[in-house]
C-alpha cells in the first residue's frame, strides 16, 4: 500500500510562486513513480508533472514555469510553481503507480493518490 499526503496549496496572484510536496509512505512507497496531476471545476484530471527514475515529463501548458523534483531520502515529491497564471487554478494531487507496470501520465492508470491541495491564482 501507498498512501500519500500533499501540502503547500493557497492563494497567489498572477506572477506569483508556490511550492507543493507530496510526502510518500506505506509498505510499497519505494516501489512506485510519482506525478503531479490537476483538475479545475468542470474539467477532467490532467497530468501535469511526472517523475520517472530521474527524468521528467511535464505538460506542455507547465513547461518552462514548473519543475518537477523528488527527495529519496524524504520519499517526498516535490513541485515548484513559478509564473502562475490564473488558469493554473486547480485541485493539485499527487499520483503513484508501480514501477513494474511502466511509464503513463494517464491518470487512469496510477492507483493511488493523495486528498489534494487547491491552488488559486488570481489575475
Known amino acids: 500500500q501507498v498512501h500519500l499526503v500533499e501540502s503547500g496549496g493557497g492563494s497567489v496572484q498572477a506572477g506569483g510562486s508556490l511550492r507543493l510536496s507530496c510526502a510518500a509512505s506505506g509498505s510499497a512507497s519505494s516501489n512506485v513513480f510519482m506525478g503531479w496531476f490537476r483538475q479545475a471545476p468542470g474539467k477532467e484530471r490532467e497530468d501535469v508533472a511526472i517523475?520517472?527514475?530521474?527524468?521528467?515529463h511535464y505538460a506542455e501548458a507547465v513547461k518552462g514555469r514548473f519543475t518537477v523534483s523528488r527527495d529519496d531520502a524524504k520519499n517526498t515529491l516535490y513541485l515548484q510553481m513559478n509564473s502562475l497564471k490564473p488558469e493554473d487554478t486547480a485541485m493539485y494531487y499527487c499520483?503513484?503507480?508501480?514501477?513494474?507496470?511502466?511509464?503513463?501520465?494517464?491518470?487512469?492508470?496510477?492507483?493511488?493518490w493523495g486528498q489534494g491541495t487547491q491552488v488559486t491564482v488570481s489575475s
Open positions: 499520483g503513484a503507480r508501480d514501477y513494474g507496470l511502466g511509464f503513463s501520465i494517464s491518470p487512469a492508470n496510477f492507483a493511488y
Open positions: 517523475f520517472y527514475y530521474g527524468s521528467t
